[in-house]
């Protein structure tokens, strides 16, 4: 990590892959997450005092400019061909060993429901409490609880018709 | 939760994602210090502005003070006042229906109604009679004299 000493770089080394691996979720491609990225960070780095819950906050703004993101760009197309083509840009870097499971494991979380993929996103790689990603899907803590429990189980089978095939 | 024993989530743990590129973050960070600008010079114009308005304030305050204005007195409110306190409005004269004739028809109306009422108990009539019945030419030489 290139970490500074200002403190949105400390922001940016603690949640920045994770916000990455959720902005992807909508936009697809590596270099359009990182712009969408750059105006959700600029957005939350502007508001961020004024909110009760600035982590979750910075996730939400990710989400909104994604979404927008999406809408304004005909992302939808260019979503399902990064779908096809999983393979070509990874969202991991390659530090499993097992390179099938790690290709596995990504196909099955692109192809999870978004609800429950950026739940899980925030929880395993953005370190976000229930109550913080309740904040930033702006539902209460008990249903970002069960998306996060639904998310795993439907990878876990998806993993596992994987390996039967 | 018992997630925390879940082999699948540990297995998820041990991937990485991408860091975020060196492009992103020299991105965020010179937009961070164009921000940081622009708010300084947004108040070093104000603050222009205000030294300025400041300045015409003070100016005008001492330019006002150094060359006096005489008091500007108009013609009419000394006699008024000096009438008025010559005068009775509870009596009926010339000086006060003039007066409320300047004012209003509907002013008139309440003088009179107020004369009629306060003359009511002794001869109202007599009263009413001498007020509608005088001609104004018997007025003009009292109003003169006010």
Request: net charge neutral.
């Amino acid at each position: 990590m290139a970490g500074g000493g200002d403190p949105w770089q400390l922001w940016l080394d603690q949640h920045g892959a994770a916000l990455v691996l959720l902005a992807r979720q909508w936009v697809g491609g590596r270099a359009d997450a990182e712009d969408v990225i750059q105006e959700a960070f600029i957005r939350f780095w502007r508001s961020r005092e004024r909110v009760a819950e600035p982590v979750g906050y910075l996730y939400a703004c990710v989400k909104r400019c994604a979404l927008d993101w999406r809408r304004g760009c005909e992302r939808r197309s260019r979503r399902e061909q990064a779908i096809a083509r999983p393979e070509a840009e990874s969202r991991f870097a390659a530090s499993l060993e097992d390179r099938e499971r790690r290709d596995a494991i990504e196909a099955a979380l692109v192809h999870l429901p978004e609800k429950q993929a950026e739940v899980l996103v925030m929880r395993i790689w953005g370190g976000l409490s229930f109550p913080q990603i309740a904040v930033a899907v702006e539902v209460s803590v008990d249903t970002a609880a069960s998306r996060y429990r639904y998310a795993l189980e439907r990878l876990r089978e998806q993993l596992a018709e994987e390996a039967l095939l | 939760m018992n997630e925390q024993g879940d082999p699948l989530e540990a297995e998820l743990r041990a991937l990485s994602p991408h860091v975020p590129s060196p492009q992103l973050r020299q991105g965020i960070g010179e937009r961070i210090a164009a921000e940081t600008v622009i708010p300084s010079r947004r108040f070093r114009r104000l603050a222009l502005a205000a030294s300025l308005l400041a300045a015409c304030i003070a100016s005008a305050v001492y330019l006002r003070r150094d060359d006096p204005q005489p008091v500007a007195v108009t013609p009419s409110s000394p006699p008024d006042v000096a009438v008025a306190s010559t005068f009775d409005d509870s009596m009926p004269s010339a000086w006060v229906y003039r007066r409320a004739m300047r004012g209003s028809a509907d002013e008139l109306n309440a003088l009179l109604a107020k004369h009629a009422s306060a003359f009511a108990g002794t001869d109202a009539r007599l009263v009413t009679v001498n007020i509608l019945m005088r001609s104004d030419t018997k007025f003009d030489p009292v109003l003169g004299e006010l």
